[in-house]
């Protein structure tokens, strides 16, 4: 039998375990700022593509973005999207349920990555970003992206 990796599902489960880990030796060796310094630069890397597609398309792009990222992680999520605002309710994030299953314990800055990324995601863009609630046990939340005042 032959097979390939895109023969298999893509999960990257253990991606949020391993950022967890690195979070945590970043904020013991080197503070608060500097884990939220490393997800703002790693956001504008990584996430290029998309703030292009949200300069272009607007909430729109971010809209099938999260879709696609809940339904990969089988995760529920609700969004309203308008051309101004677009809001994501979860009742738990796929990443803290992973972390705490595995064992680990939750870095206390984990909320802190929904911000200093979607914050990132957001800069040089017509839209800012809000992290409206959100439950550090469960890691449920209420984001809020919305168009800045001109």
Do not use: W
């Not at 970043?26 to 503070?31: A, E, I, P």
């Not at 609630?133 to 800045?148: A, P, T």
């Amino acid at each position: 039998m032959t097979r390939k990796a895109a023969d298999n599902k893509y999960l990257h489960k253990d991606f949020h375990c391993a950022l967890n880990l690195g979070l945590e030796y970043v904020r013991k060796h080197f503070g608060d700022d500097a884990v939220r310094d490393y997800l703002r630069q790693y956001a504008r890397s990584f996430h290029a593509p998309l703030i292009r597609a949200l300069r272009r398309r607007g909430l729109v792009a971010l809209k099938e973005y999260f879709r696609n990222i809940y339904a990969e992680e089988g995760a529920p999520v609700r969004i309203n999207c308008s051309r101004d605002e677009l809001r994501l309710e979860t009742d738990y994030s796929p990443a803290v349920r992973h972390i705490r299953q595995k064992g680990f314990a939750v870095s206390p800055l984990h909320g802190a990555t929904e911000f200093a990324v979607h914050a990132a995601i957001c800069e040089d863009t017509p839209f800012a970003f809000e992290l409206a609630r959100y439950d550090r046990k469960i890691g449920r939340s209420v984001q809020r992206f919305y168009r800045r005042a001109p």
